[in-house]
C-alpha cells in the first residue's frame, strides 16, 4: 500500500498566518503539522508517500522532509495547480499509485487514540474495496455525514448536509483498493466545482464494497482549520506529552521503532536536534533502559 498526504490548498481560513506558507508547514505545539498525518501513514506499515502540495510550497516540503531517506522511507512530491477536491489527489497521484493500493490523509488532520497502530496496520495489509470512518461529533453538518441503518450498516453518504442523518463525520482518513483511480477519473464535478470525496465513497456504497470502522470514545480526531483548532491541538498534544512523557507524532522514534532505521541513525537524528527537549527525547529512545510499553 502506499499513502498521499493532501497539503495543498491556499489555507484561507489561518490568513495571516498562511499567507506566505502552507498551514501544513505551521507548528502544532512542538513540530510542524505535517508531521502528524506523515505520522499515521508510518504506524500503518506505508513506507512509499506522496506529498502534493502547491508550487509555492513545494520546496519547503523538500527542505523538511527531503525524500524520506533519513526516516527509511521514502517521499516524492507532486504540485496540485489549484483546489479540485480531494478526490483530485487520486488523480494527480495515478501515476505514483500505480496498481497499488491507497491511503490518503489530509495534511491537517491529527489523530490519536490507544490500539490506533495496530488497527491501521490491519486494515493497510488486506483492504478491499474502501475503508473509511466515523467520529461521533456535536456539529456534524461541518463535514461529511454516514448514516447507518438499525444493524449499524452504512446506507448513505453526505457532504456538509444542513439537517443530518446521524452525528457521525467521517475524518480526513480513508483506505481504498486500487480501483479508486478510476472512480475518481469517473465522477463529475460538485455543484462547488470540485471532485468530492464523497462521491468516492458513495460510489463503494453503491457497490457494497464501503466498509466504514468507528473511531470509539478511546480515539482523538482533531482538524486544526482555524486558529482556534489549531490551539487546541497544541494544548491536547502537550498536555499528552507532559504527562506520560510519550511524544505524539515523532517521526525519528516511529521509524526506530517500525524498524526503518537502526540505533546509530537514531541518534544521530537526535543529535542533530538536541538542543531542543524534542531532540533529547529522541536521544533518551535510544537509551536501552528505555521501554515504552504496549
Known amino acids: 500500500m502506499k499513502g498521499i498526504i493532501l497539503a495543498g490548498g491556499t ?3 489561518l490568513f495571516p498566518s498562511t499567507i506566505a506558507c502552507s498551514k501544513q508547514m505551521l507548528s502544532v505545539y512542538d513540530k510542524p503539522m505535517i508531521y502528524y498525518p506523515l505520522s499515521v501513514l508510518m504506524l500503518s506499515g506505508i513506507r512509499e508517500i506522496l506529498v502534493i502540495v502547491t508550487e509555492r510550497d513545494i520546496e519547503l516540503f ?6 524520506g531517506a533519513k526516516l527509511g522511507i521514502s517521499i516524492e512530491y507532486a504540485i496540485q495547480d489549484k483546489p479540485r477536491g480531494l478526490a483530485d489527489a487520486f488523480i494527480v497521484g495515478a501515476d505514483f499509485i500505480g496498481l497499488d493500493s491507497v491511503c490518503l490523509i489530509l495534511g491537517d488532520n491529527i489523530f490519536y487514540g490507544d490500539n490506533f497502530t495496530k488497527r491501521l496496520s490491519k486494515i493497510a495489509k488486506d483492504i478491499q474495496g474502501g475503508v473509511i470512518f466515523g467520529y461521533h461529533v ?7 455525514v454516514v448514516e447507518f441503518d438499525k444493524n449499524g450498516k452504512a446506507v448513505s453518504i453526505e457532504e456538509k448536509p444542513i439537517i443530518a442523518k446521524s452525528n457521525y463525520a467521517i475524518p480526513g482518513l480513508y483506505y481504498y483498493d486500487n480501483n479508486v483511480v478510476e472512480i475518481a477519473k469517473s465522477i463529475k464535478p460538485s455543484g462547488r466545482g470540485e471532485l468530492e470525496i464523497t462521491s468516492i465513497h458513495s460510489e463503494y456504497l453503491k457497490q457494497g464494497k464501503l466498509q466504514v ?3 470509539g470514545r478511546g480515539t482523538v480526531w482533531l482538524d486544526t482549520g482555524n486558529h482556534k ?9 502537550e498536555a499528552i506529552q507532559t504527562r506520560q512523557g510519550l511524544y505524539v507524532a515523532c517521526l525519528e522514534e516511529i521509524a526506530y521503532r517500525k ?11 537526535g543529535e542533530s536536534l538536541k538542543s531542543t527537549e524534542y531532540g533529547k527525547y ?3 529512545i ?5 521501554f515504552e510499553g504496549e
Open 11 to 13: 489555507g484561507t481560513r
Open 62 to 67: 523538500r527542505s523538511l522532509l527531503g525524500d
Open 138 to 144: 456535536t456539529n456534524p453538518n461541518e463535514f461529511g
Open 213 to 215: 470502522e468507528i473511531f
Open 229 to 237: 483548532d489549531m490551539l487546541d491541538a497544541a494544548i491536547f498534544v
Open 259 to 269: 524498524k526503518y532505521i537502526d540505533k546509530k541513525r537514531l541518534i544521530e537524528l
Open 282 to 284: 529522541i536521544l533518551s
Open 286 to 290: 535510544s537509551d536501552d533502559n528505555f
